[in-house]
């Protein structure tokens, strides 16, 4: 068994609100420093061994991120 980690971000060009949110509040709670903020989401996958980083990129692309309008990242980790 292996665990994968795909990370899904908006694209650059796609405006992010949720993550304008947090940046807009973090000075209100005395937090400086931080000019942008982008939220994204993390999933994380147990595959057996059978599962090849190609089949992991169709899982990515097809049904974990919507590749209109968010890139993702496939990568695999020690359990």
Do not use: C, H, W
Not at 27 to 44: A, D, I, S
Not at 51 to 62: F, G, H, P, Q, T
Not at 66 to 76: G, H, L, M, P, S
Request: charged content about 35%.
């Amino acid at each position: 068994m292996a665990r994968v980690v795909v990370d899904v971000m908006p694209k650059p060009e796609i405006l992010d609100p949720q993550g304008q949110a947090v940046a807009k509040a973090l000075p209100r709670l005395g937090f400086e420093g931080v000019t942008e903020v982008r939220q994204g989401k993390r999933f994380e996958l147990e595959v057996d061994d059978s599962v090849d980083d190609e089949e992991l990129a169709k899982i990515a692309s097809s049904l974990l991120a919507n590749t209109v309008i968010e890139d993702y990242t496939v990568r695999r980790v020690d359990a």
